[in-house]
């Protein structure tokens, strides 16, 4: 009850960053300011954000709105390591021709066998204002069966709208088949404290933005550094030795210089008579 009534006097449904730096805020009131954003949004809060814009799924199953999250579906592409060509991973290269792709549909059915390790993605889209992050979580039932549907990857950035990546992985002893719109995982969300200076899809190395598929590592790009911008040296200005011409060629020169007519025709109509030297010729007595 107490908490009710202090949490009360905090303005809803998302108290501005503000709220901390007033020098009349009563330590509780910021505690519990600040509490509320290592909460996650009940069923409620979620359909609300919703209608404000702040979550989006679509498309949006019935009955997908749980207590505290989404349920979200299996879509029908996955991406496998093909081992018949390759056998190690080098992070600092692109890994595309490392994986192929796998589409299933109605009636047949992806096989997860034990210890192997596959790319998935959901069916429904998910986004979040630059206000908001989801988490990916999976499902008990599924747990059950050894199914782990996510390593790292659970986390989704204020900005991003995207098929969630699933990173499936069977620790179980038998084989599982994994069909079409089964449901696969669940979605929830907090609040962030303010919104993201630079929400995910604006960052540089925003790798994964607005996927609709399931996408390889693109890890390698953390390794490619920019190279630094050089400024062009300037040009500096050598001064010509001045040269001498012979009165025959400096009409030739001058025109080459300052006047419009085309160099290839001065040098074609004029350069026997002004270029090259004059030659003498030499009479040949004739012979008695």
Do not use: C, W
Request: no cysteine.
């Amino acid at each position: 009850m107490l908490h009710t009534v202090l949490f009360a006097s905090i303005p809803a449904p998302y108290p501005r960053a503000q709220l901390l730096t007033q020098p009349n805020t009563s330590d509780i009131v910021k505690m519990l300011y600040l509490i509320q954003f290592f909460m996650i949004l009940s069923d409620a809060d979620i359909k609300k954000a919703m209608e404000d814009g702040q979550i989006s799924v679509k498309p949006l199953f019935p009955n997908a709105v749980q207590p505290a999250s989404i349920d979200l579906h299996l879509d029908r592409y996955f991406l496998i390591f093909d081992t018949s060509y390759h056998h190690v991973i080098d992070i600092k290269n692109p890994v595309d021709d490392l994986m192929r792709e796998i589409e299933i549909n109605d009636e047949r059915p992806f096989v997860l066998h034990p210890g192997e390790f596959a790319l998935g993605s959901t069916f429904e889209e998910v986004g979040v204002a630059d206000d908001m992050v989801g988490r990916l979580e999976g499902k008990s039932s599924l747990g059950r069966l050894g199914i782990i549907i996510h390593a790292t990857a659970g986390y989704l950035d204020p900005g991003n709208k995207l098929h969630m990546t699933l990173e499936l992985h069977n620790i179980g002893t038998l084989p599982v088949k994994l069909y079409y719109k089964m449901p696969i995982a669940q979605m929830s969300f907090s609040p962030l404290s303010s919104r993201a200076e630079k929400p995910y899809g604006i960052k540089a190395n925003s790798k994964y933005f607005g996927a609709s598929k399931p996408q390889a590592s693109a890890m390698y790009r953390d390794f490619i550094q920019e190279k630094p911008v050089v400024a062009a040296a300037p040009i500096l200005s050598v001064p010509q030795p001045e040269t001498s011409f012979t009165p025959e060629a400096k009409p030739l020169v001058t025109e080459m210089q300052s006047g419009p007519t085309p160099i290839s025709e001065i040098l074609k109509e004029k350069s026997e008579a002004a270029v090259r030297p004059k030659t003498r010729a030499t009479l040949i007595p004739p012979l008695l």
